[in-house]
């Protein structure tokens, strides 16, 4: 398999994974909002409250960094980063 | 004090800026003791941010088109990110979001998740390899990918039906904002609001719009923060309201427990004003089905990742590393407001509330709330009303209306804060709509100088001519805008939906196949494109005019509907027509390289 070739499947692979988080916490997890209302979350509030006004919020945010992160050291990995830097 | 290049400075120069809004904040917070009018300080809090904006716009002139389309693509990645936020926190965001929060609840909050988790899909499924293909505009992405005239020109129109819908609520909102705080009809001021939208993006294109972003990200920060800590810290609910209001947010739940929530009889609400709405939904309790919740959310997702003013915010950045940090950034701006609404929301309720608090008005006598000074003002401004339905002199919770934009326009004066505050709320307002309002103008304009004018019509014009035609098209869009929103047709928020609908229809599987599918192609694109957008607004037609609609996708999610289309048609005429020819195929793998030449050159 040639190098784009084997640096588009690991691109691919870390896309499933950024999309599977994703997923959980911006549609899963909503799936059971009113069961998991019920539970106490992080600082006193309702859980599922505090996912919608903090939580998922701030696991996307974590989430695109490390997405970014990890694509750096693939583009890395092949040889296919940009020259210069920002 | 700035040697040396602009670029290099940035953290300077900003850093100086916001040193000198506090600064005139504290002016005017000294002023307002010395006896200034509350009216006086509106107006100076408008003019002098709106004239520094001005000053941005002018400083930022251009007259090359890399500078004119994308800021010269050398916009650093934080920066880059302060203005995607204030580009993407329209006056909805600002003025609408906590008033949205505090009446519907959970329902409501889809939004924020739903305008957050959008970006995800950006980072992950298209800037960075939008920024490789080197574009100016999304509708050049189609066009280039796909080949073809036609596929550029119904880009275009699917941009500009989307980016349409929205900006006349944005201008709307600048008009609202000018009109309060300057104290002229909202006919004129919807023109005022106008003119300083184009001040900012008339000279520097992309350029100027990108800097004056920056500053009004600044403002509007500030200006939803400073009051959202103050109220917290005045109130004694926690000096860190994020982190601290638990105990408000149940003891919320346990007043809705205690009062109930009555309902009231049609004819007793024919006397409430047009647009105020009662407490009828619990505050933190799940009170909407599973499905509404993520349909609402989803649409959202893919809205944000298909709206071109978002997207070519990333086409400026120096790399494409950087247009993906860039997107981090973006969120993390995003996050700090969009988190602060519930608190607000939160803080506000159980102001009004709550009857052991000093400020709370349920329980007490009607005349003792009629009577009191701020009830009086925002009674007057149509924005709030009580009347006794049930006669026993004593106001019920089903018996106090408030108007959305109240909750962020007059908490701070209900919860005892000086007038200044007030003042700085509407130049944040009017800083969130200008900024997101600026952006998509220039996306329409960009759109149709770019890919209708000189890649279709005229395709050897020079570049002096084509940023003349660029400059005309945004004054005439920015007129056809207000002069819509001067008719007043509907409000803010529901047209901002519309658009996110509109444009997921349209472009959002055309994008992303477009990296991701190398055996898309042309005939797809097409079907895609025309196919979305045509059953996506006739589903919004059908449900308008009294249809019942499927699978519970309502005028807020017809998005969803039009997408499904779009992608199935995309797929299947691209199968049954011949795969992109080879060079197509190799542009594509070379798109998926961060690395190398960008697909369309430096100037093009």
């Known amino acids: 398999m040639s190098k784009q070739a084997q640096h588009w499947e690991k691109?691919?692979?870390?896309?499933?994974?950024?999309?599977?988080?994703?997923?959980?916490?911006?549609?899963?997890?909503?799936?059971?909002?009113?069961?998991?209302?019920?539970?106490t979350g992080p600082f006193g509030y309702p859980l599922t409250y505090w996912f919608t006004c903090q939580g998922s919020l701030g696991i996307f945010v974590i989430l695109i960094f490390w997405f970014a992160n990890r694509q750096e050291k693939i583009d890395e990995e092949f040889g296919f980063s940009e020259r210069g830097d920002d | 004090m700035i040697k040396g290049n602009f670029i290099d400075n940035l953290p300077k120069v900003y850093g100086i800026y916001t040193g000198g809004f506090l600064a005139f904040i504290i002016i005017m917070a000294i002023a307002e003791q010395m006896g200034m009018s509350a009216k006086a300080i509106g107006i100076c809090f408008v003019a002098f941010t709106v004239a520094i904006y001005a000053i941005i716009g002018y400083l930022s002139r251009t007259a090359q088109a890399d500078a004119y389309y994308v800021a010269g693509r050398q916009v650093p990645t934080v920066f880059n990110g302060m203005a995607t936020a204030a580009d993407w926190?329209?006056?909805?965001?600002?003025?609408?979001?906590?008033?949205?929060?505090?009446?519907?609840?959970?329902?409501?909050?889809?939004?924020?998740?739903?305008?957050?988790?959008?970006?995800?899909?950006?980072?992950?499924?298209?800037?960075?390899y939008l920024r490789k293909f080197g574009c100016y505009t999304v509708p050049d992405f189609i066009g280039t990918r796909y080949g073809g005239n036609l596929a550029r020109l119904l880009a275009v129109i699917v941009l500009t039906?989307?980016?349409?819908?929205?900006?006349?609520?944005?201008?709307?909102?600048?008009?609202?904002?000018?009109?309060v705080a300057l104290d002229i009809p909202f006919q004129y001021a919807v023109y005022v609001g106008l003119i300083s939208i184009l001040l900012c993006s008339m000279l520097g294109g992309m350029r100027g719009v990108t800097w004056t972003q920056v500053a009004q990200y600044i403002v509007l920060i500030i200006a939803y923060l400073l009051p959202v800590f103050w109220i917290s810290n005045k109130m004694g609910a926690g000096f860190f309201p994020h982190f601290m209001l638990a105990d408000e947010v149940s003891r919320i739940a346990e007043l809705e427990a205690q009062f109930g929530f009555v309902k009231n009889s049609a004819e007793n609400l024919k006397e409430v004003p047009k647009g105020l709405a009662g407490i009828t939904k619990a505050h933190s309790a799940v009170n909407a089905t599973p499905w509404a919740f993520i349909s609402l959310?989803?649409?959202?997702?893919?809205?944000?990742?298909?709206?071109?003013h978002v997207?070519?915010?990333?086409?400026?950045?120096?790399?494409?590393?950087?247009?993906r940090k860039s997107v981090g950034w973006s969120l993390f701006f995003i996050f700090l407001l969009y988190s602060s609404a519930p608190m607000l929301a939160t803080l506000s309720k159980l102001s009004l509330i709550d009857p052991s608090l000093p400020t709370g008005i349920i329980g007490k006598s009607i005349a003792e709330v009629q009577s009191i000074d701020w009830y009086q003002n925002w009674n007057q401004a149509n924005l709030m009303f009580v009347s006794d339905f049930n006669g026993n002199g004593t106001l019920e919770l089903n018996e106090f209306f408030m108007g959305g934009k109240a909750v962020v326009l007059a908490t701070p004066e209900i919860a005892g804060l000086p007038?200044?505050?007030?003042?700085?709320?509407?130049?944040?307002?009017m800083a969130a709509a200008m900024s997101t309002a600026d952006g998509l103008i220039l996306a329409i304009a960009n759109a149709l100088s770019h890919d209708l004018y000189y890649k279709i019509i005229d395709?050897?014009?020079?570049?002096?001519?084509?940023?003349?035609?660029?400059?005309?098209?945004?004054?005439?869009?920015?007129?056809?805008?207000?002069?819509?929103?001067?008719?007043?047709?509907?409000?803010?928020?529901?047209?901002?939906?519309?658009?996110?609908?509109?444009?997921?229809?349209?472009?959002?599987?055309p994008l992303v196949l477009g990296v991701w599918w190398k055996r898309a192609n042309r005939e797809g694109a097409i079907a895609?494109?025309?196919?979305?957008?045509?059953?996506?607004?006739?589903?919004?037609?059908?449900?308008?005019?009294?249809?019942?609609?499927?699978?519970?996708?309502?005028?807020?999610?017809?998005?969803?509907?039009?997408?499904?289309?779009?992608?199935?048609a995309m797929v299947v005429v691209s199968l049954i027509t011949a795969e992109p020819n080879a060079a197509t195929q190799k542009m594509v793998d070379e798109v998926r390289v961060p690395s190398g030449k960008s697909i369309l050159g430096k100037q093009h």
């Open chain 2, 419 to 429: 007038y200044v505050i007030s003042g700085l709320v509407a130049a944040g307002g």
């Open chain 2, 459 to 509: 395709p050897k014009a020079e570049t002096a001519k084509r940023l003349v035609v660029a400059r005309v098209l945004l004054v005439v869009i920015g007129f056809a805008g207000a002069t819509i929103a001067a008719m007043e047709i509907q409000g803010i928020l529901g047209s901002v939906i519309w658009a996110f609908d509109f444009a997921m229809s349209g472009l959002f599987f």
């Open chain 2, 89 to 128: 926190m329209s006056g909805a965001s600002f003025v609408a979001m906590a008033g949205g929060i505090y009446f519907k609840g959970y329902g409501y909050m889809a939004l924020l998740v739903g305008w957050t988790g959008g970006y995800v899909l950006v980072a992950s499924l298209l800037a960075p």
């Open chain 1, 11 to 39: 691109t691919r692979g870390l896309l499933m994974v950024t999309l599977a988080i994703w997923f959980v916490f911006s549609i899963g997890i909503f799936l059971f909002g009113a069961e998991m209302n019920e539970v």
């Open chain 2, 297 to 308: 959310a989803l649409a959202m997702m893919m809205g944000t990742a298909s709206l071109p």
């Open chain 2, 528 to 568: 895609g494109m025309a196919l979305g957008l045509i059953s996506g607004a006739g589903y919004l037609i059908w449900v308008r005019n009294g249809g019942s609609g499927f699978l519970g996708i309502t005028q807020l999610t017809f998005g969803i509907f039009g997408s499904a289309v779009s992608l199935v």
């Open chain 2, 161 to 179: 039906v989307a980016s349409f819908t929205y900006v006349t609520a944005q201008i709307n909102a600048t008009g609202t904002i000018a009109s």
């Open chain 2, 311 to 323: 997207m070519m915010r990333y086409f400026t950045t120096p790399s494409v590393k950087a247009a």
